[in-house]
């Protein structure tokens, strides 16, 4: 086999019923590179990895299938679920041979033909390396309905540095294709962070910038079972805060468009502070916030059971912290992101009122 240009790294965990969809999504890709496809079970106890077993025999040159180690019968709490999909992440990502690679969830898929093409070809123009990625958008897909949303909002395409990126857009992981950065001897995750979705993304952003497409390519399927629908509200908002302190040992130069970007879940966790649910659902999460020295992040989500003077500080510090972040965000959004977010905003009332 030639040497792939693209490798698509894709995971399963119990995923038998949208293995045939999403393979069949990136194999009928029409490309004129070769790619290759590496798929990484998580220890499924249903037919994922016989499914897989098919379409590796009938692929034999394109599909690769990897079983990682698991312990049967073993529980997965959300927090053991993303070290193992760390894990899973990371051994894809050691496997891979391709100039670029591409993540995807084993229950979502390619909606555009072209997709690989379109983005490997703004790679392959930018020979100066400026972009790190290439990503476009994508759609929410309601498996029960079938209605579909767009994940973003609607910007035109444009190129963003790092840190206008990280400040007010989202590219879902399975939306970007990223420069191969172990073909350059570099491991982006050697920092040990989370490789989970948003910050698999941030630990490339040290290395270039962001071209986006408005393009969406692929559907995210909302599923009851997945590790994000399995968590609380409150505990997702305090996993997207906690990536301001997991990114300071990847790029400390990020921080205050981190700021700017988890100013809603902050204002979420300090509006609910009082609750004495939102300190019993953070119970899980403490050790490895302290690991951190996440303090103004553990004083906030465990207020109900802190000492007063701990509280009184809560309430100095968060405050001062969102006055800086309205400071970080009037000087991170420069002219050019200020008018993409105008147009975005246009376009919404012009959709709004044409319906």
């Not at 393979?23 to 798929?39: A, G, K, R």
């Not at 392959?124 to 309905?145: L, R």
């Not at 302190?245 to 809603?264: A, C, G, N, T």
Request: glycine share 4%; with cysteine.
């Amino acid at each position: 086999m030639a040497q792939p240009k693209v490798s698509i790294l894709i995971s399963f965990y119990n995923l038998a019923s949208y293995v045939d969809e999403t393979l069949e999504s990136v194999l009928h890709q029409e490309t004129n590179f070769p790619i290759e496809v590496l798929c990484a079970d998580d220890g499924s106890t249903d037919d994922t990895v016989k499914k897989l077993r098919v379409w590796e025999q009938k692929y034999p040159d394109i599909v690769h299938v990897f079983v990682m180690d698991f312990v049967p019968g073993e529980k997965r709490p959300p927090d053991v679920r993303i070290k193992r999909l760390n894990a899973i992440r990371g051994r894809l990502f050691s496997e891979a041979c391709g100039e670029y690679i591409c993540y995807l969830d084993g229950d979502d898929f390619y909606t555009d033909v072209h997709k690989l093409q379109k983005q490997a070809d703004i790679l392959d123009a930018d020979t100066a390396h400026t972009y790190i990625a290439c990503g476009h958008n994508g759609c929410y897909y309601w498996q029960s309905t079938g209605k579909t949303q767009p994940i973003e909002k609607p910007i035109r395409e444009c190129s963003l540095t790092a840190k206008e990126y990280w400040s007010f857009l989202y590219i879902h992981t399975n939306a970007l294709m990223f420069r191969n950065l172990r073909l350059q001897g570099i491991d982006p995750f050697a920092s040990g962070v989370t490789i989970d979705d948003n910050l698999l993304t941030a630990q490339f952003l040290p290395y270039g910038s962001i071209y986006y497409l408005p393009d969406c390519m692929f559907n995210y399927r909302q599923t009851e079972n997945s590790t994000f629908h399995l968590r609380s509200q409150y505990q997702n908002f305090m996993l997207n805060c906690f990536m301001i302190y997991e990114l300071q040992r990847v790029d400390k130069s990020l921080f205050p468009s981190s700021l700017v970007r988890m100013i809603y879940e902050y204002t979420e966790l300090y509006n609910a502070r009082k609750a004495p649910a939102l300190a019993e659902e953070a119970q899980i999460f403490m050790p490895r916030f302290r690991n951190y020295h996440a303090g103004r992040l553990c004083r906030l989500v465990n207020y109900s059971c802190e000492s007063l003077p701990l509280r009184l500080w809560c309430e100095v510090e968060n405050k001062f912290w969102f006055f800086m972040t309205k400071v970080f965000r009037h000087y991170i959004w420069k002219p050019k992101v200020r008018a993409l977010l105008e147009e975005a905003r246009v376009k919404l009332e012009q959709q709004s009122a044409a319906e």
